[in-house]
């Protein structure tokens, strides 16, 4: 199977390793930074080039780059890929991209389009932090444009097959109302609560709920920024509904209310066991 | 030498545990509940029962319950300990405990109080949780009482031998500010953010930011409800910079401000790599 790759930092990066390490792909990565170009090939993350040459023979084309350079990073592809090729995005919202997929099929109606966003990724960027398994155990989310049941049932296998955890094939709505909560709310909560001025000073005064709950305030601010302002009615929402959720502590704190205090605690602790309590 | 415990739980089993593991200390422990007196003996976590017999011998008495429960579980031991045994709380907010002690030193002028606060914890409570690598590399935090010099410094190199990765002595005041951000501001996030409605349905969109945002969102209601309302000052304080910090973020996201966004982002991320670049 071949498979090109636009975009190899961290995301890319590691999807052309995972395939490398598993064998029986032969990859092509398109980074428009020469020396990202330089290190995929020297780490072994792509077998070379992915150009309007060796476009033509590629299953499936992985648009791994902020939602914003979609569109204009595939343009030169699209017309060379041959009948039934797989065009995907690895966007981290999924409406945006979709949409403009829609739009593409009109074009391209020989083209299968399908939205994807694996849940997997780290506190850093660029291909040198790429690792061959990052997605391991993770979620593959897919929100499919025009795939017939046959092709979707075999991206989802292919998706398996690379150590992915669940595919889970969803619409672009759902998936960015969903992500807004699982992902972006935990970037906004971690990089605001570091803000604290007392963060700066507690040096021998935390122990792993600090480290768990800072662990992604690092991030990429372009990328982010631009997924949660992509998202921002969804964000907003979930941003809103934990602040409110706060406040609540905060008045049983300042009223004294312990019961309140114990019971607020209590409904949380409630809840998480039983969320963790459906897990597979 | 020999080593009182009272309050088997987590931390108290745990501190056992540690002791035996390593060896050369005799630790006697103490619990209300018969059941957890049978499992700390059964564990191999204690050597016997600490009464008013075998508290007569002891060098350390450490008293690990909650903070409303240190006066009355002393009261009995303190009378029977020999001159110069060290009295130690574990407990999570220190300035109570502290004056507690204070006052106990009127009455019993030949011990030695001292308040500590292990930073060390899991979500979960205790004895059959309790670990004997609970405190590897963990802080210990001292809040002097009549320590002199030499004793702290014995009783410094005491926790560091059991594996605490550094001790550090301060006031009682200075801690329940830093934990009330580094330890109990996090538990609320936590326990706050699983509450938001989508939480309940979000399998298969979930990553590790997820995973560790909710990790300490499970706790023991009741403890944690005495810590917080022992120090609702500073843990309001707390809260209420986190929410307004939280807010920014939101307003910039309504006002669809992507430049904005991203300096709140930057500044978040700037300041983890900070304060991450200047640990040991």
């Known amino acids: ?108 109606p020989h083209l299968v389009f399908i939205g994807g966003h694996p849940m997997a990724g780290r506190e850093f960027s660029g291909i040198d932090r790429s690792v061959s398994t990052l997605f391991e155990k993770a979620s593959m989310i897919l929100t499919n444009v025009n795939a017939d049941i046959f092709v979707l049932d075999k991206v989802k296998n292919f998706y398996l097959s690379l150590g992915f955890g669940e595919v889970v094939i969803t619409s672009p709505e759902y998936h960015d109302r969903a992500v807004a909560f699982t992902s972006q709310l935990c970037h906004i909560v971690s990089n605001a609560f570091i803000k604290n001025e007392i963060a700066s000073e507690h040096f021998g005064y935390s122990a792993g709920s600090y480290k768990d709950l800072t662990r992604v305030a690092r991030l990429n601010p372009e990328m982010w920024a631009e997924l949660m302002i992509m998202n921002k009615d969804n964000l907003s929402l979930e941003l809103d509904e934990l602040i409110d959720n706060l406040k609540k502590y905060g008045d049983a704190l300042k009223q004294s209310d312990k019961a309140e205090l114990k019971s607020l605690l209590s409904e949380g602790n409630e809840r998480k066991l039983m969320i963790d309590s459906r897990k597979k």
């Open 1 to 108: 199977m071949k498979i090109g790759i636009i975009g190899l930092g961290l995301m890319g990066g590691s999807f052309g390793k995972t395939l490398k390490r598993l064998g029986g792909y032969e990859v092509y990565g398109y980074d428009i930074l020469e020396t990202t170009m330089l290190k995929a090939e020297m780490l072994g993350a792509i077998n070379g080039e992915l150009n309007v040459e060796t476009a033509k023979d590629i299953d499936m084309l992985i648009v791994s780059l902020y939602p914003s350079s979609f569109l204009s990073a595939v343009e030169k592809f699209l017309p060379v890929l041959k009948q039934g090729a797989i065009v995907m995005d690895f966007c981290g919202v999924k409406r945006q991209t979709t949409a403009e997929m829609k739009a593409l099929l009109e074009k391209y």
